[in-house]
């Protein structure tokens, strides 16, 4: 196969191991700075063009599309679609994953496990949103935030409401969030190939941090997760339709519930934790399913 990688850096860990693992199968591997792409919309013959020329000799793309450049970088993947390219992740499930709100709001709509969410526009409409989310101490969201930046713990009904108060005042969209306090500032990455979750890592924050974000000083181990776990992860993946992504779940009194769906998971540290060859499974799904025109939505919504 011809295979496009969407990334902005070759030099990242997931980008030289997706490269490395299609090189090692006989595939020809280019990476292309999703931004330099730009396109020609048209019916007849939609094209997209970089340094001047013309490129339509891929049979695959891999987005590894960063939170900051979804709106360009999906607009790219659409027209890759529009020429029948198979998307390792469809650009519709990419968005579905990075709205955490819509992300949410699907979960609900299909019975997953989630803690209760809230989200308000107006400040006179706060302590009635505190109260329905059971109260401090609650979790407040940046809708747009990533890493675990713009995720804050307030633990008193005063601190939530000026937080949210302020958040709001300078027009930031936040979703108000029960804090599962039993999850101990741990979490459970799933990563999902496919129909299958393929690789479990716990990622426990630092001391006296709730957030267990890697980025933030947290640390992987690798567990073994439950089948209801499990089952969770593959409807989570499913409901967002992403055939490759990171489930996170935090484990509560009342089950898995789930906090969000990576449409790009980093293989570094997946691959460190468990020892496994998670890049290898990748291009090995995509060999198997990878056809012409195989698109659930052929770019639509
Ligand atoms: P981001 O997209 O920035 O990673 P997350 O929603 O994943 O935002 O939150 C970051 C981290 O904060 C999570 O990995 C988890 O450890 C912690 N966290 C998030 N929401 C909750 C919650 N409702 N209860 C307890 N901990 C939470
Ligand atoms: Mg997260």
Known sequence: MRIAILSRNKKLYSTKRMIE??????????????????????????????NGQVIDNFDAVIPRIGASVTFYGTAVLRQFEMMGVYPLNESVAISRSRDKLRASQLFARKGIGLPVTGFANKPDDIKDLIKMVGGAPLVIKLLSGTQGIGVVLAETQKAAE???ESFLGLKASV????????????DIRCFVV?????????RQGKEGEFRSNIHRGGSAKVITITPEERATA?????????????VDILRSSRGPLVMEVNSSPGLEGIENATGKDIAGTIIEFMEKNARHGKTRTKGGR
């Open 21 to 50: 693992a299609a090189e090692q199968r006989g595939h020809e591997v280019q990476v292309l700075d999703v931004l330099r792409c730009y396109m020609n919309i048209t019916s007849l013959k939609p094209e997209i063009h970089l």
């Open 162 to 164: 000026s937080v949210i």
């Open 175 to 186: 979703l108000v969030q029960e804090f599962i306090k039993e999850a101990g500032g741990a």
């Open 194 to 202: 496919g129909e299958k979750v393929v690789a479990t890592m716990m």
């Open 234 to 246: 593959l409807r989570a993946a499913n409901t967002m339709g992403l055939n490759v992504c990171g």
